[in-house]
Nanobody
Framework: VQLQASGGGSVQVGETSRVSCTAS????????VGWFRQAPGKGREFVAA????????QYAESVKGRSAISKENGRNTVHLQMHNLKPEDTAVYYC????????????????????WGQGTQVTVSS
């Protein structure tokens, strides 16, 4: 499995940005794609996740209500659209894929993900 992140860039406070993750390879419906972000000097933080089938989504409290994660069928692409952006949203955003597991799943834990894409920068300036 390979993941390719794209999108983001520089925006102003209050604007909208979208980052996308295109996956290739064999992906099972019970897989999940997560977005994490890492700001300078900070650890990697969970942002949002979606099951590959699109039946389940989860958001971090910091972005809940102003973000939407979606799966674009036919293109194997997951989008994360973030509205009302704040300076604290500035970070490198990474997408990752978690393979199906029989054990209890945790979409918020980076160590539970099996494949990672390269990061894409989102910069929010005032």
């Amino acid at each position: 499995v390979q993941l390719q992140a794209s999108g983001g860039g520089s925006v102003q406070v209050g604007e909208t940005s979208r980052v996308s993750c295109t996956a290739s390879g064999r992906i099972f419906p019970a897989s999940a794609v997560g977005w994490f972000r890492q700001a300078p000097g900070k650890g990697r933080e969970f942002v949002a996740a979606i099951q590959w089938s699109g039946s389940f989504t989860q958001y971090a409290e910091s972005v809940k209500g102003r973000s939407a994660i979606s799966k674009e069928n036919g293109r194997n692409t997951v989008h994360l659209q973030m509205h009302n952006l704040k300076p604290e949203d500035t970070a490198v955003y990474y997408c990752a894929l978690q393979k199906p597991r029989l054990s209890r799943r945790d979409y918020t834990a980076a160590e539970m993900y099996d494949y990672w894409g390269q990061g894409t920068q989102v910069t929010v300036s005032s």
